[in-house]
């Protein structure tokens, strides 16, 4: 079992940058492919980012290339989302993700959830 546990959101104006950041513990947390999936109102959750346990392998959906950079530094227990040029319609809650059974990009695919962060953008 493997819990997930997500800070650093919060509202920031647009054009600015969040960091988000999401520590991994359990039994095999340092093991583990990580990722990000949102969910903003009305809306379906959607793929973020993804990142391979080595770093080596990441994934982006297409709204998040160029603008928001996953990594997990040096503890493979950790992952961060660094998202800069932030715009209004990137506010949703935020939750860190691990453990993909296939596809990154199918929400129903990972196995462990964090229970989110909201990000708020204003205008």
């Known amino acids: 079992q493997v819990q997930l546990g997500e800070f650093g959101g919060g509202l920031v104006q647009a054009g600015g940058s969040l960091r988000l950041s999401c520590v991994a513990s359990g039994r095999t947390a340092n093991q583990n492919t990580m990722g990000w999936f949102r969910q903003a109102p009305g809306k379906e959750r959607e793929f973020v980012a993804g990142?391979?346990?080595?770093?080596?392998?990441?994934d982006y959906a297409d709204f998040a290339k160029g603008r928001f950079t996953i990594s997990n530094g040096n503890a493979k227990n950790m992952v961060y989302l660094e998202m800069n040029s932030l715009r209004p319609d990137d506010t949703a809650v935020y939750y860190c993700v691990a453990s993909p059974a296939g596809r990154w990009d199918s929400a129903l695919g990972w196995k462990y959830w964090g229970q989110g962060t909201q990000v708020t953008v204003s205008s």
């Open positions: 990142i391979s346990p080595s770093g080596i392998t990441t």
